[in-house]
């Protein structure tokens, strides 16, 4: 099966600009930066197999960022920023059971003292948090190990 053409990258004054100046950004992260160069090197010719050479990247890698520039390319910049346009597609997989708010209730228990809810310790422990959680009507279940993992991101 022949590989498929690469799609050919035109960018605006304004779009390389904008590329060029997140590439050189302090606070950007690798994988935006990688990818903002990935677009660079397209616009400027080089074909997929250069790419792939230069920033040691898959064909699947420098192909699907190639591609999906071009696809974004119609919605203006005001609509969708640069950096927007190379961030990663929603993953799929079920909806989160915890809502943002009830993140926040939690974090919030996690910052009481465990006296003020009649909790016979110190310091809370993963246990006791889900235990009280689930008290409060918070959530309706949430293992210790969860409610530990959603304190520790923070």
Do not use: F
């Amino acid at each position: 099966m022949p590989i498929p053409k690469a799609q050919a990258v035109k960018l605006s004054d304004a779009e390389r600009q904008g590329l060029e100046k997140l590439v050189k950004r302090h606070q950007v992260g690798q994988q935006i930066a990688l990818r903002a160069r990935i677009i660079l090197a397209a616009a400027d010719r080089l074909k997929n197999k250069e790419i792939i050479a230069k920033y040691a990247v898959t064909a699947d890698t420098a192909r699907l960022w190639r591609n999906r520039w071009v696809k974004l390319q119609d919605i203006s910049l005001d609509d969708l920023s640069i950096e927007e346009r190379l961030e990663d597609a929603p993953r799929p997989g079920a909806p989160a059971k915890i809502t943002a708010d009830q993140r926040c209730q939690i974090e919030a228990l996690a910052c009481e003292k465990p006296e003020n809810s009649e909790r016979p310790i110190s310091q809370w422990s993963a246990r006791e948090i889900a235990d009280e959680v689930i008290k409060r009507e918070i959530v309706t279940e949430i293992s210790p190990r969860h409610a530990a993992r959603l304190l520790k991101r923070r």
